[in-house]
């Protein structure tokens, strides 16, 4: 059978700019665009996710004469005859091995960068392969979606941090503290690898099968995330509601060490926590704490999530017990613990701990578990990126290229050769038309004519985005 989806790379982009080869100007020599995020919901992205693009469609030989024929034939179908740029993809086989005269400068995988700043240039090597550089936008935009999921975990995982922070002076356990449930969300096994890769830069708690073999596999990442076993409703609700105390009793004996998590709202998850529990069972769940055996990590999972933790915490903290920690906070015996993994989002999350602090709660009792909120309830414009073309060479003439649109400004694009750099004080920002100190540029060349020049390993990415709490802070 057929693959589902295209690994023609003639074929990976826009319809139209399959055209666009005739329509730069006579003499076009050089194209060079860059990538960047305009605006949006947070002040800053976390940059990741170019590498995965890089190594799946543009290293090595990825044109051939196949590959070409199929797409004159699609184009010729498809937009009519004659307006494929046959020549020109035959000039890269002849001349170039089939390799892509390109260059990519980027920003390290893993940084930190403002808005409004250039994170990306391309630009053609050949100065007949002008037309390419454009043609390769719709997969290289593509990064917008890792490089969002990063910057929305890193922004929770902030949250979080400063809650540890505050409620229990120390940040043990954070990296597992937002756990990946977005696979069978997501629109497709490779948007959950992708979406969920991006979310592993932050934490190590998931449950993405996907997610973890792409880091292996294009970063080197022998092991990105970490799971333990777990209920679902099915596993629960399979012993009936007469027996639901015997399906949790089984969850115990089961799993008699390490750390098992149990959902527990099947049927009245307060009941669960008061009676089963902190009931009937609560001699095995004791028992966990008295062998060392790891915690009963106990799962609400409907209800309003601000609300519903805290009435789970008061009746355990009534069934188990509690201390008061060094903050002032109180902490459940670490034999029984919370995860939220409904309702779970950036807004939701600071609702959540905010109401278990007015309560008294210390951050340390609860994790918290995100799917859609985390991989699908965002797009494009949630950071407002955007590829654009700002210098090109005509007739060896430079050109410095923007647009500025009087409808909206806010779409106005940058002009001319840019470098991202540093201000005395550290701060990021771009130098455009060509006035930029190469010598400090940050852009690194990560590909140029078919061979990745830069590779980076998961774990210097993720040192890298690391949150500034943790970088002295007691873990």
């Known amino acids: ?151 929305n975990s890193r922004a929770q995982k902030t949250v979080i941090a400063e809650n540890l922070n505050d409620t229990a002076g120390s940040l043990a356990g954070l990296p597992f503290k937002l756990h990946d449930f977005g696979y069978r969300g997501s629109t497709s096994v490779e948007s959950a690898a992708i979406g969920g890769a991006a979310h592993l830069v932050n934490f190590k708690g998931t449950d993405n099968i996907a997610a973890i073999i792409l880091a292996r596999d294009y970063y080197g990442c022998k092991m990105a995330g970490f799971s333990v076993p777990a209920a679902e409703h099915s596993t629960i609700t399979s012993w009936t509601k007469a027996n639901e105390e015997d399906a949790y009793k089984n969850m115990l004996s089961q799993f008699p060490n390490g750390t098992v998590a149990c959902v527990s709202d099947s049927y009245d998850v307060l009941n669960a926590c008061e009676h089963i529990w902190g009931g009937h069972l609560k001699e095995m769940v004791c028992d966990r704490g008295l062998r060392g055996a790891g915690p009963l990590v106990i799962r609400p999972d409907s209800g309003d999530p601000a609300t519903i933790v805290v009435q789970v915490l008061d009746i355990l903290g009534s069934k188990f017990g509690y201390e008061t920690n060094s903050k002032g906070f109180k902490v459940l015996p670490p034999y029984v613990r919370i995860l939220q993994g409904d309702g779970v989002s950036y807004e939701s999350l600071k609702e959540i701990l905010a109401n278990s602090k007015g309560h008294g709660w210390s951050a340390e009792n609860v994790s918290f578990g995100s799917g859609g909120a985390l991989l699908q309830k965002l797009d494009r414009d949630t950071q407002k990126f955007a590829f654009k073309c700002s210098y090109a060479l005509v007739e060896g003439h430079p050109v410095n290229v923007y647009k500025d649109p009087v409808t909206d400004h806010g779409k106005i694009s940058k002009k001319g050769r840019l470098t991202l750099e540093l201000d005395a004080e550290g701060h990021y920002f771009t130098t455009t038309e060509g006035r930029g100190d190469a010598a400090k540029d940050l852009l690194v060349t990560v590909f140029e004519n078919g061979e990745l020049l830069k590779e980076y390993t998961f774990d210097e990415i993720r040192q890298r985005a690391e949150v500034p709490l943790c970088w002295s802070a007691p873990q």
């Open 1 to 151: 059978m057929a693959s589902p989806c295209n690994d023609n790379l003639l074929l990976a982009t826009d319809s139209y700019k399959v055209t666009h080869h005739r329509q730069y100007p006579p003499g076009t020599e050089t194209v060079y665009s860059y990538f960047e995020s305009r605006g949006g919901k947070f002040p800053e992205v976390l940059f990741f996710g170019l590498q995965y693009i890089i190594k799946r469609w543009l290293v090595g030989q990825v044109v051939t004469r196949e590959k070409i024929e199929e797409a004159k034939a699609f184009s010729d179908a498809h937009l009519g005859p004659g307006l494929f740029n046959y020549s020109g993809w035959m000039h890269i086989l002849e001349k170039h091995g089939g390799r892509l005269p390109i260059r990519i400068k980027a920003v390290p995988e893993g940084t930190l960068i403002p808005y409004k700043n250039v994170m990306v240039t391309v630009e053609n090597t050949d100065p007949k392969c002008y037309w390419l550089t454009n043609y390769l936008e719709t997969l290289l935009v593509q990064v917008w979606y890792p490089c969002t999921v990063a910057t």
